[in-house]
C-alpha cells in the first residue's frame, strides 16, 4: 500500500487556477504510473489524467488543454495544475496509482469553483 495526501484544493472563481500536490509515503519512484482522480456530487469518480514514470501524460478529454500533471520522483510527489477553471470542474479531487489496484484513497482536497 502507498499512502497518499492531497492537498492545495480551495474555492476559486470561474477562469482562475489552482495547483493540486499529492505527497506520497514510501519510493513512488518504482510505481509506473499515478493518477489525478475527481468525484463531482452525485457522480462516480473520473480519471482526469495520469502521469508515467517516464513522463508520459494522458487526459480526459474535459481538462485537455486546462490541466497538466507532473511528477517529482525524488519528493515523491505528484501534481496537478489546473487553469481555466470552470464551474464544472468542481469536485473532491483525489490521487491514487494507475490504476488503482486496490490501493487505498486518501481523504481527497475539495475544489469548488464559483461562476
Known amino acids: 500500500q502507498v499512502q497518499l495526501v492531497e492537498s492545495g484544493g480551495g474555492l476559486v472563481q470561474a477562469g482562475g487556477s489552482l495547483r493540486l500536490s499529492c505527497a506520497a509515503s514510501g519510493d513512488i519512484f518504482s510505481i509506473n504510473a499515478m493518477g489525478w482522480y475527481r468525484q463531482a456530487p452525485g457522480k462516480q469518480r473520473e480519471l482526469v489524467a495520469f502521469?508515467?514514470?517516464?513522463?508520459?501524460?494522458q487526459y480526459a478529454d474535459s481538462v485537455k488543454g486546462r490541466f497538466t500533471i507532473s511528477r517529482d520522483n525524488a519528493k515523491n510527489t505528484v501534481y496537478l495544475q489546473m487553469n481555466s477553471l470552470k464551474p464544472e470542474d468542481t469536485a473532491v479531487f483525489y490521487c491514487n496509482l494507475f490504476p488503482v489496484k486496490g490501493n487505498s484513497w486518501g481523504q481527497g482536497t475539495q475544489v469548488t469553483v464559483s461562476s
Open positions: 502521469v508515467t514514470r517516464d513522463g508520459i501524460t
